[in-house]
């Protein structure tokens, strides 16, 4: 008995030993600041596996017992390396120092866990320090067009911060900020987006292969974080520049347990304007006239951790445009007062609880809050002697969200990363209500109007669930699997869908990788866009009995090439078509209030491919990018065009370049430069006037003529190009270190060859044929430009 418990003691023990394994977790964090490191790298460097810490910093790496050799890393951080002997599960929180070293302008990455080994493609990260890093439109620093310098991604007009994602349009884009989707982005008409960098973590943007753990839009995900706040010592940052000012506070409530950040941001061109204004009205004795913009963001904070297993958040956002117009002429007896507003904005409210179950198992709980709203509104009042008339209009929209979700992490070995989770969104839409009233005094005038017509509310109930897992298969196979299961429901209508994920990576070799995807995405919200204007007028409505749920199905091939370690290239190519999209019906829109919206649409068909080419240079002193994409969408809605025609943005090149250069610490320079293929618009071949108006001219006054409709005679949809866009950007940062902290003065210029840009088209008469004698003059297209070359200057502060 003796001799064998001494045989299974000297030959199977060590064999059972060997095989033991053990789990080290925990979370990775600035050391300056506290802030969580979504994404970080983790790896053996003796087995040469290796993971990355989650969207809320914690990772969970099982490696076999015995002493191991751990390397972390991150974007623009020094790695660290640790050896522990690992006898027993372990909890390891990571912190890591900020590169002195060019961090500030440059993408570094550790090669064991580059883009070549990720089963993830189509994605884009950017560092906030890179984003800032970049020439801006009129110094405000702005995530949306930082982004649109990728690949895959555009702008749709001059200036805007629109997303267009491989041929889809922007509702098609689920943007979440701290996880609650976020249903305008923009401020001043589209101009600026209403994230504030300052208060921003990560920005991640996913256009393909999307994860399981993703749903609800068909063209991308942008996931932004926001800073949770310093939780060692008080800082604080802002700037003053052109158009707005902004300031962020952070720092520990209690040291290392509860911290908070706010950040708030406001336009000042208002404020400047009303002394001009003022005096302006001076001179002109009885008449008012007063008009401004402005919008604010204010961005809030609060985390506080309960012990290594428990922490919880609280963040907020609120965001608010305002345009108005104020116009009175007062003298007596006469007397007209004139008021126009025009008001929209967000606001979403998320709180979130962290903990670890164990090692290996982590969960994530939310209850969130998202509205968004639109107003619209005229009073009018006119009085003589004893005639008076007034009326007065109002429009409003909106989309109001209430949700709860829950979702875990579960790493049982490197060879498997399994996520599952569930949410359930109630849905309230305001599809539009207009209020209109008139009285007037007059006994001739018709009687007086008291009326409200509008879309009736809408409730919708979403639940979506998920499960997918990242498997290695093998030593260089790597493929991340999943389902993605959502109902909605609907006035007693019930839609369901599953939908496959799946993402392939091969190594070649260390340096070398192919990968390849396929995604189905449903989607059950719509937006209903006006394709003449920009406003905020477009509205969110749902999937119904009657307009049924957009899908989508994407499969993407590419090829990654690690060149240097500080160069490489990504090669994708992509294919996607899009079932049940809407738009109005021809001569449809929001002001058409005598039916409901869901009268006022018609459905159809859209199709996007094309190939797209990164090349990156990640370190040394000049870093940036090359981006090129070639693609092809159309759109095909037989309402509207018995022929498949390209969709309006649809843009067959789209090149950016774009290079940063860090001489030291005081200095550094960024330049870009955007080409884009023209936008396809709708040119009318001619016009005529329909049968019964041409008979009413027939039978009256030939002045009766020039006051009749004409009909556009229009052969095919979308059938001109507008002139090829292009543009060059640059901006210089001197930076200077202060006993209180660091000022820095940014100077910069859009558009600095003055390209004469189109912003949009229209018909006119040739002058000089008029003059000429010509009968009729001569018709041409001319073109509306705005922004031939804008200086800026900023002036930002951190201490």
């Not at 509104?377 to 949700?403: L, P, Q, W």
């Amino acid at each position: 008995m003796k001799i064998r418990l001494l045989i299974f003691l000297v030959i199977v023990a060590p064999g059972l030993l060997s095989a033991q394994k053990h789990t080290i977790s925990g979370y990775i964090e600035d050391e300056a600041t506290g802030e969580k490191l979504l994404g970080a790298n983790i790896f053996n460097v003796n087995t040469f596996e290796g993971t990355t810490s989650n969207n809320y910093g914690f990772y969970s790496f099982t490696q076999p017992a015995g002493e191991t050799t751990i390397r972390y890393s991150f974007v623009g951080y020094s790695p660290r390396e640790i050896t522990i002997s690992l006898i027993k599960d372990t909890l390891i929180n990571i912190s890591l120092q900020p590169s002195i070293e060019l961090a500030e302008v440059v993408v570094t990455a550790d090669r064991n866990e580059s883009k070549v080994r990720s089963t993830q493609m189509s994605v884009n990260e950017m560092p906030i320090k890179t984003i800032k890093a970049l020439p801006v439109f009129m110094g405000e620093v702005d995530v949306i067009k930082a982004l649109q310098l990728m690949p895959g991604i555009q702008s749709g007009n001059e200036g805007t911060s629109g997303l267009y994602v491989r041929g889809g349009s922007p509702d098609q884009n689920l943007i979440l900020l701290d996880g609650v989707p976020v249903y305008n982005a923009n401020h001043l008409f589209g101009f600026f987006s209403v994230f504030n960098a300052d208060a921003i973590n990560s920005v991640k943007l996913v256009k393909g292969g999307f994860p399981a753990r993703y749903g609800g839009r068909l063209s991308s995900v942008l996931d932004i974080r926001m800073k949770e706040g310093n939780s060692k010592e008080f800082h604080g940052e802002g700037s003053i520049g052109l158009i707005a000012a902004k300031l962020t506070l952070e720092g520990p409530i209690i040291k290392d347990k509860t911290s908070f950040i706010i950040s708030a941001r406001r336009t000042y061109a208002d404020l400047i304007a009303k002394p001009f204004i003022a005096m302006a009205n001076n001179y002109q004795p009885g008449y008012k006239f007063n008009a401004g913009y402005n919008f604010y963001d204010l961005n809030a904070k609060i985390n506080h951790k309960f012990s290594d297993r428990s922490r919880l958040y609280l963040s907020a956002y609120a965001g608010r445009d305002k345009a108005y117009s104020k116009e009175k002429y007062d003298y007596a007896p006469n007397y007209d007062n004139d008021e126009f507003s025009l008001k929209w904005g967000n606001i979403t409210t998320s709180l979130r609880w962290n903990y670890i179950f164990n090692q290996k198992l982590f969960a994530n709980t939310r209850a969130s809050y998202s509205k968004y709203k639109f107003r619209m509104g005229e009073v009018y009042e006119t009085k003589s002697n004893d005639y008076t008339e007034n009326y007065d209009y109002e429009y409003f929209s909106g989309i109001e969200d209430v949700a709860g979700s829950i979702d875990f992490d579960y790493v049982p070995n490197p060879g498997h990363y399994i996520r599952f989770g569930m949410s359930n969104i109630y849905h309230t839409f305001n599809p539009g209500v207009t209020a209109y009233s008139s009285k007037s005094t007059d006994e001739e005038e018709d009687q007086d109007i008291d009326t409200t017509f509008s879309n009736s509310r809408v409730y919708a109930n979403e639940t979506d669930a998920y499960i997918e897992d990242e498997l290695t298969i093998g030593g260089r196979i790597k493929a991340n699997a999943g389902l993605h299961f959502s109902a909605f429901a609907v006035r007693k209508k019930f839609y369901l869908s599953l939908q496959p994920r799946l993402s392939i990576r091969l190594l070649l070799n260390e340096k070398m990788s192919v990968k390849a995807s396929y995604a189905l995405m449903t989607q059950y919200i719509h937006l209903l866009s006006n394709t003449t204007i920009g406003l905020p007028t477009d509205l969110w409505v749902p999937s119904t009995d009657s307009i049924t749920p957009m899908q989508s199905q994407q499969v993407a091939v590419g090829w990654v090439y690690d060149i240097t370690g500080s160069i490489d290239v990504q090669i994708e190519g992509f294919y996607k078509w899009m079932d049940n999209l809407i738009t109005y019906k021809p001569g449809a829109s929001y002001f058409t209030s005598n039916d409901t919206w869901e009268n006022m649409v018609t459905t159809g068909k859209g199709w996007s491919y094309g190939a797209e080419v990164l090349v990156r240079k990640k370190l040394g002193k000049i870093t940036g990018w090359i981006g090129y994409t070639l693609a092809w969408s159309d759109r095909l809605f037989k309402e509207v065009s018995s022929k498949k025609y390209p969709y309006r943005y649809d843009r067959r090149h789209d090149v950016s370049v774009v290079m940063m250069w860090k001489k030291n610490e005081n200095f550094d320079f960024g330049a870009t430069w955007v080409f884009g293929t023209g936008n396809a618009v709708t040119l009318a071949l001619d016009k005529y006037l329909a049968q019964a108006d041409y008979n009413l001219y027939l039978n009256q006054d030939e002045n009766v003529y020039y006051g009749l409709p004409y009909v556009n005679n229009i052969e095919n949809r979308n059938n001109y190009r507008m002139p090829s866009y292009h543009r060059l950007d640059f901006n210089a940062n001197f930076h200077k270190k202060k006993k209180w902290g660091t000022r820095t003065w940014s100077v910069g210029i859009y558009n600095a060859y003055f390209r004469q840009n189109a912003f949009f088209l229209y018909f006119d008469y040739d002058e000089k044929s008029y003059w000429n004698g010509n009968d009729p003059p001569k018709k041409v297209l001319k073109q509306v430009s705005l922004f031939p070359g804008i200086p800026y200057v900023t002036y930002s502060f951190k201490f």
